[in-house]
């Protein structure tokens, strides 16, 4: 059984939900972002998903594009990312991790190099935005092949036969992007999730993680009674950006334990 | 020679596709399934064909540059003139196509990127033109260099969004306008303006624009009662270009030549030529293309005296054209562009966009190496009057 379903396994088990924080690796700097990710371990997040920077992050709002732009000064790289996954490993065997980012870098450094590398560090997904199924054959070809789950996303405004696509070809999780609009948006609709959960249900017998919008506690803890997981972003993201490099790991960790706290209510 | 491309799922041979954000696929495939209906929609086609004649003035004239072509001593240049059409350039031909379907599909708001402000400009005459909320994401580098079109933009009742992100030019722009239509789309068309991103644009814009080479198919042979020897245009995306050779593919014994932006030239690494330059294979805006971009797969920062060739990618169908070897593709350096562009103005009285001036130095390069009875047919896809701050710029003249 993989880290991914072992998590979501032993969550269900607890009668839990899982909390799946995102943080930018090198954001706020190289040094600190295995620091960062055994911090949110401790405060009690179940999969981190870290995100690989690219120079043109279309999906993300004003919080993760800087993120990124810093991030991508601070000198990081695909290559960069994967090194930090391995250290990162050699604290920490369980805790899943997933990469999440755009198709470029993975496509420079070819999908059967990167593949292979995740399988030996470690990395447990990997989710490309901008890879919708229709152009994920050969990413999926390789992955699979090195175990690495394919994570993709299905949104608002995805159809019932695409529902039905994705369920064919996605291992470890499926994430629901909860809103039409990029990460860090308000617009949150509760509502709106709770009806287009039945009919992701339907097909897709994976875990569910809701996405995108979550700001806080509360938010955090009613979007998690209507799913499996609680994806948080930019949330997070811009406590690094509000942090100073000597308390960035505390005021995250204390950010992602009132989720939490939250969650488990 | 069978040329029948994309196919069903938007591939141009290794390139092309839809590299969207799951939340946009639903868009740009209701986008193709009603392009793929209205497309051959005979009330479709006779109001694109109503509008091209008596809003844009088409169809546009060829005109024969004798005492340029007589100055160099050797080919004949040919100048396609979609300068002449409203709003000054080719970019009117695709955003009237867009418009139309737009209203079609019952959308009332449209965005678009622009990085010369043509594309801009023509995508906010058309919303006037039709009565509808036009947006228009602008890097603010090019909001600097093309000061007059952001202001027609203002007029023609548009809200112009300046970006900061990146290397703010065109690319950013795309960014921010995508960024726009995922959180708005269900009430917004997006109005792309060159043959490039997802599925069915780079198809859709080329169609669209391929009234520039079906009009000079029939005015060519009228003129010199044959077809020209080489057919010649800019190439930021790509969308003049392909307008105007996709109808000569089959046509044999018609060389092809694509003109990207030499920059400081390749060799400085500061350009926007990634055709020319053996750029990487690579994803961006929705496509595989070529693309500049570093070892580990980030887009680096192009450079183009002309904000409408500064552009890291370029249409997918350039790359197969350039690939299968039907067309050839090469840079032209700011210096030279700058100096076809005074060229034209002190020979035929015409001043040409930055971007077309790209064109024409080509032309002006290989012209003197041929035989007086050898024909260019050259794109002079906009006018100049949108670079007058640049140029004087670089001559340092304040206006
Ligand atoms: C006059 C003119 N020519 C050419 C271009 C380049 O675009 P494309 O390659 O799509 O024709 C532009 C873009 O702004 C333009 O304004």
């Not at chain 1, 806080?216 to 948080?232: E, F, I, N, P, R």
């Not at chain 2, 990146?166 to 789309?185: M, P, Q």
């Not at chain 2, 887009?299 to 169908?317: N, R």
Request: glycine fraction near 10%; charged fraction near 20%; proline fraction near 5%.
């Amino acid at each position: 059984m993989s880290r991914i379903d072992m998590t979501f396994a032993k969550l269900k088990q607890q009668q839990r939900k899982a909390l799946i924080p995102f943080i930018t690796a090198g954001d706020p700097s190289q040094q600190l972002t295995v620091p960062l990710m055994h911090g949110l371990v401790a405060a009690g997040a179940d999969v981190l998903e870290l995100g690989v920077p690219f120079s043109d992050p279309m999906a993300d709002g004003p919080v993760i594009q800087r993120a990124s732009e810093r991030a991508l000064k601070n000198g990081m790289s695909l290559r960069g990312v994967l090194g930090m996954v391995a250290e990162f490993r050699k604290q920490d065997a369980t805790t899943p991790v997933v990469l999440m980012g755009y198709g470029n870098p993975i496509e420079a450094m070819g999908w059967e190099i990167f593949a292979q590398r995740c399988e030996e560090v470690g990395v447990d997904g990997v989710l490309t935005v901008d890879f919708p199924p229709e152009e994920s054959h050969e990413a999926f070809e390789h992955l699979q092949r090195h175990n690495i789950a394919p994570i993709f996303l299905l949104a608002p405004t995805t159809n019932e036969a695409r529902i039905e696509q994705v369920a064919k070809l996605a291992r470890g999780y499926v994430y629901y992007v909860s809103l039409k609009g990029v990460t860090g948006a308000g617009n949150l609709d509760l509502s709106a999730i709770e009806q287009k959960l039945p009919q992701l249900r339907k097909h897709i017998k994976l875990p569910i993680g809701v996405g995108f919008g979550i700001r806080d506690a509360a938010t955090a803890k009613a979007v998690s009674k209507l799913c499996d997981g609680v994806v948080v972003g930019s949330r997070i993201v811009q406590e690094v950006e509000n942090s100073t490099e000597q308390n960035v790991v505390a005021n995250v960790g204390k950010l992602v334990k009132e989720l939490r706290l939250a969650i488990d209510q | 020679m069978t040329y029948n491309y994309p196919d069903n799922s938007g591939h141009f041979g290794q390139f092309g596709g839809i590299y969207m954000a799951e939340t946009l696929i639903p868009a740009v495939e209701e986008l193709r399934q009603q392009y793929l209906r209205f497309r051959d929609d005979p009330e479709f086609k006779a109001e694109f064909a109503y509008e091209l004649k008596h809003y844009v003035g088409r169809p546009s004239p060829i005109y024969h540059a004798k005492r340029l072509s007589e100055s160099l001593g050797g080919a004949q240049i040919y100048l396609k003139r979609e300068d002449l059409n409203h709003t000054g350039a080719h970019k009117i031909n695709n955003a009237i196509g867009q418009a139309l379907l737009a209203k079609r599909m019952g959308k009332k708001r449209v965005i678009a990127e622009t990085g010369a402000g043509m594309h801009g400009v023509a995508t906010a005459t058309v919303a006037a033109r039709f009565g509808m909320e036009c947006i228009v994401y602008m890097g603010a580098e090019d909001i600097q260099r093309q000061a007059p079109n952001v202001f027609r933009m203002k007029l023609l009742g548009a809200t112009v969004v300046p970006v900061e992100s990146g290397s703010k030019t065109l690319k950013d722009a795309c960014n921010e306008a995508i960024r726009d239509w995922v959180t708005n789309v269900e009430s917004t068309f997006y109005i792309f303006g060159t043959a490039a991103g997802p599925h069915p644009y780079p198809m859709m814009v080329r169609d669209f624009q391929c009234v520039i080479g079906n009009e000079a198919k029939v005015q060519m042979p009228e003129m010199i009662g044959r077809q020209p020897d080489a057919v010649i245009a800019c190439v930021g995306g790509g969308s003049n270009a392909i307008g105007l050779f996709h109808p000569y593919i089959e046509v044999p014994n018609v060389q092809i030549i694509g003109v990207e932006a030499g920059g400081y030239g390749i060799a400085s690494g500061k350009h926007a030529a990634p055709l020319t330059a053996n750029a990487k294979v690579g994803v961006l805006h929705g496509n595989k293309v070529n693309l500049m971009q570093d070892e580990n797969g980030q887009i680096i920062e192009t450079h183009s005296i002309s904000a409408g060739l500064d552009y890291p990618g370029v249409g997918p169908e350039h790359c197969l054209l350039k690939e299968i070897g039907r067309a050839q593709y090469v840079a032209i350096n700011d210096d030279e562009a700058i100096a076809a562009f005074d060229s034209l103005c002190r020979f035929e009285g015409i001043i040409p966009a930055l971007e077309s001036s790209h064109a024409l130095a080509h032309a002006i390069k290989i012209a003197p190496g041929m035989g007086k009875d050898k024909v260019l047919l050259v794109n002079l896809s906009g006018r100049g009057d949108k670079d007058m701050n640049t140029v004087a710029k670089l001559k340092g003249i304040t206006l």
